[in-house]
């Protein structure tokens, strides 16, 4: 079974700064995909960024952006010139192409310091 | 706010009763997906919904039953309410053709609390 695993249970970054948060996932597939949301204080799951495991290039939304690393089961999201309004939870999760089971690791909380 | 809406909010309910959530879709979408998340932990899947009928089911019992309307709406049952079936309930609506999935957009969530 595919398991998502967020190492980094919380992370500061100073406003305007760059943060990095890791993910690495297990799985015997070569095609799924990959995600990063972002879950606020008001609970609502935001989608930041989705990556395609057949796709080389790094996904880039905004000051978002992934390194994907396929053969070491990586997945971190950079978040570069940090706003206070970024401060969230974090969560990667992992979706088969075959099921529809979605696979969220436990996820980082961000705090943003001004 | 990505469209998808969820009642009620919050929910206390004691051990061994049942449970209703509701989930309303995004519009377009025709895929539900339920979600519950235990304090502090990321969302765990509980089935998702096509075409009115279970199309995959995570790691959870029979009390877990649910329903897609022809609107696209969907609702969540849980029966014998369990001290541990306290969490925020989430729901995810996606649109699906044949095997492509597209991504899930997730509605605020209901947070249940059992006594």
């Known amino acids: 079974a595919q398991t998502v695993t967020q190492s980094q249970p919380e992370m500061s970054v100073q406003e305007a700064e760059t943060v990095t948060l890791s993910c690495t996932y297990d799985?015997?597939?070569?095609?799924?995909?990959l995600f990063w949301y972002k879950q606020p204080p008001s609970r609502q799951m935001i989608l930041v960024i989705r990556?395609?495991?057949?796709?080389?290039q790094n996904a880039t939304e905004n000051r978002f952006s992934v390194n994907f690393q396929k053969a070491a089961k990586s997945f971190s999201l950079k978040i570069s010139d940090s706003q206070l309004g970024d401060a969230a939870m974090y969560f990667c999760?992992?979706?088969?192409?075959?099921?529809?089971?979605?696979?969220f690791g436990a996820g980082t909380r961000l705090t943003v310091k001004p | 706010e990505t469209g998808v809406t969820q009642s009620p909010t919050h929910l206390i309910k004691t051990r061994g009763q049942q449970v209703t959530l509701r989930c309303s879709s995004q519009s377009g979408h025709n895929t539900v997906s339920w979600y519950q998340q235990a304090l502090g932990q990321g969302p765990q899947f509980i089935f998702q919904?096509?075409?009115?009928?279970?199309?995959g089911r995570g790691n959870f019992p029979p009390r877990f039953s649910g329903l897609q309307f022809p609107n696209y709406s969907s609702e969540l049952n849980v029966n014998a309410l369990e001290l541990d079936d306290s969490a925020l309930y989430l729901c995810a609506s996606s649109f699906v053709t044949g095997p492509l999935q597209e991504t899930q957009y997730f509605g605020p969530g209901t947070r249940l609390l059992v006594l």
């Open positions: 799985t015997s597939e070569s095609d799924y995909y």
């Open positions: 999760a992992y979706r088969s192409i075959n099921n529809n089971d979605m696979r």
């Open positions: 990556q395609e495991a057949y796709k080389q």
């Open positions: 919904y096509y075409r009115e009928e279970e199309n």
